[in-house]
């Protein structure tokens, strides 16, 4: 087995098949060619040699034959493997965004007093009710899939494109979030990086929901040569709010995605509020 695991060939039989007539050769040196003994020795090495190389080609193909599948079988283990990784990734997402909705909306109409109270906490009830629906729905279409044994990798849902990126901003005024997105002259993008912008932006936006409550935040994608640029900017915390932290893993996972496209991603403070920026190669075609 190789370090990550790959089956190797190690075709041991042509090994076997060189030294025995090799063997065989150092025995007729020492007891030479002359008389029937020679003679005799000469036959059993030639006869040794034919039957050796024989049965060494017929092993080998049955010892290729029996590597192959052995990697074949590899390469689908490593295949599902990098389905269910990819499908762990889309439930964080999922499921950080939605309960980060579900937080901050709960937590916005309490803070409500006055007449307004009770209908703001009505309208909360109803927009919390709504996304967990949604979650809830969306984890169980990939809990199916998670499931399924020897299933065959299938789309959850259409893959995310940069045409998603106003409906994922607008579900965030649900929290209070005022939040814009402006998508510039980008042109032709790879749908591996356009999933990554979506990613990123609802993971800046989840984020902006726990640390800075309903406050403003502006998303930017834009092009810088054969790279597409993404900006998520909020104006700062709320005065009096309490940030509400989650799991710790969401910007670990957002830079293991990134780096898998050789990009690069910086997330820190910027002036009052708090900036998010990535990086992602995407050389135009052509």
Known sequence: MAPDGRPTWRPWLSA??????????????TAGTVGPAGTLL????????????LWALIGARQ????????????????????????????LHDLVSHGLGLVTVRAATAARVTGPAGEAERANALSDIEQVGRETTAELRRMLDVLRAPGAEPAPLRPPDTLEALPEIVRSTTAAGLAATVEVRKVGEVPPGVQLAVCAIVREGLSNTARHAGPTCVHVTVDRDGDAIVVEVRDAGPRPGWRPRPGAGHGLDGLRERVSMLDGALRAGPAGPGFQLTARLPARRSG
């Open 63 to 90: 010892q290729r034959r029996v590597y192959e599948d052995r990697l074949t079988a590899w390469a689908a283990e490593r295949a599902a493997a990098a389905e269910r990784l990819r499908i762990a990734r889309e």
């Open 16 to 29: 076997v098949a060189v030294s025995v007539p090799v063997a065989l050769l150092l025995c007729l040196m």
């Open 42 to 53: 000469l036959t059993l090495i030639t006869t040794t040699a034919v039957a050796a190389l």
